[in-house]
């Protein structure tokens, strides 16, 4: 199982690597364009914007797993051990159905989108709104890879790529 965990980690890690390598590649080469010859290229701005959007929704699961979003958690530190336990798992539960909550939303939302293309490339919306709905699940996944550590010990994964095993606490900011 933990291989299978480090393979879906890297394997989304790599798409981020390669979606955030495009948008540098197209700015860059739209820049250089309108520098050296002056023209731009009429869909550059429009393949990095999208490619913004996908690498947000993509990246916040890989950022849920490490503790990088805001937490405060002033109330979790002032409650028993076993208060803090029950407050990490409420706390999961309302994150599942949350994020549960949006893949549904988001999936409608591209769904009524399907239609209307975009203004350079042409491409239907739902390419562009599918982000919401695949980052959302995403999420979903990430968080139950980590939500037993956490609602035990309150620990996110490592981002150094360390062993599955090691775990870090998330402290006053965590």
Do not use: C
């Not at 849920?64 to 530190?77: C, F, K, W, Y």
């Amino acid at each position: 199982m933990k291989r299978i965990e480090r393979a879906f980690v890297a394997l989304n890690g790599w798409a981020l690597i390669l979606m955030l390598s495009g948008m540098a590649l197209v700015v860059g080469a739209n820049i250089a364009l309108r520098y050296l010859t002056s023209h731009s290229l009429p869909w550059a701005d429009e393949v990095a914007r999208y490619l913004m959007i996908w690498l947000t929704f993509i990246g916040a699961g890989l950022i849920l797993r490490i503790g990088g979003h805001v937490a405060i958690t002033n109330l979790q530190d002032v409650l028993p051990t076993t208060g803090q336990k029950v407050l990490r798992a409420v706390i999961v539960l309302i994150l599942l159905a949350f994020f549960g909550y949006m893949v549904f939303v988001g999936w409608q939302y591209a769904q009524r989108m399907q239609y209307q293309m975009t203004p350079a490339l042409r491409l239907p919306f739902i390419y562009i709104y599918a982000a919401m709905p695949v980052g959302f699940a995403l999420l979903i996944v990430h968080l139950l890879l980590i939500a037993r550590p956490f609602i035990e010990a309150g620990a996110y994964k490592p981002l150094d790529g360390q062993g599955a095993d090691e775990m870090v606490t998330g402290g006053a900011n965590g």
